[in-house]
């Protein structure tokens, strides 16, 4: 049940935004991972204040040092004219499911990544509609 509220966790995530959308308004991105730019494959920052640096905007995960330049290293490299296709992201993507398993880590399964996303709206949905159905038979009783 807990996997079906929270969602399932991969460290070694790699997401792909662009300069301007990957942070919400707290400047933070919410990923547990690397957040890389679709164009250029750089690491995307939050600003707090625009002009002054920023953070990171995924959490960088378990990445290491050496483990983070080798991935953005990919993604620059495979970065074209026209940015990273659909085939650059999951080659990098890849590569860090890669790294995650060297670690002993197992990236989540399709149906944990299903659950994890629609368990929580489907439960708040079954409430919804379970708490509707009482009302209705509540009040469409015959006195």
């Known amino acids: 049940m807990h ?25 933070d991105s919410g990923i547990e991972g690397l957040v890389l730019d679709r164009n250029t494959g750089e690491i995307l920052y939050c600003q707090r204040l625009p002009g002054f640096g920023g953070v ?21 490299s495979l970065a074209s004219e026209d940015g990273l296709s659909d ?9 860090a499911t890669e790294m995650g398993r060297k670690h002993g880590y197992e990236p989540p399964t399709l149906t944990e990544r299903v659950t994890g996303t629609v368990g929580p709206w489907g439960i ?3 409430l919804a509609l379970l708490i509707g159905l009482g009302l ?8």
Not at 56 to 76: I, Q
Not at 87 to 95: C, S
Not at 136 to 143: I, K, Q, Y
């Open 3 to 27: 996997k079906a509220v929270e969602g399932p966790s991969f460290p070694y995530q790699v997401a792909f935004s662009q300069v301007g959308t990957a942070c919400n308004e707290e400047g």
């Open 56 to 76: 990171p905007a995924g959490t960088g995960g378990n990445f290491s040092g050496p483990e983070t330049a080798r991935v953005t290293a990919l993604a620059k």
């Open 87 to 95: 085939a650059d992201q999951r080659e990098v993507e890849r590569l």
């Open 124 to 126: 708040g949905l079954g």
């Open 136 to 143: 209705w038979a509540h009040f469409t009783e015959d006195p």
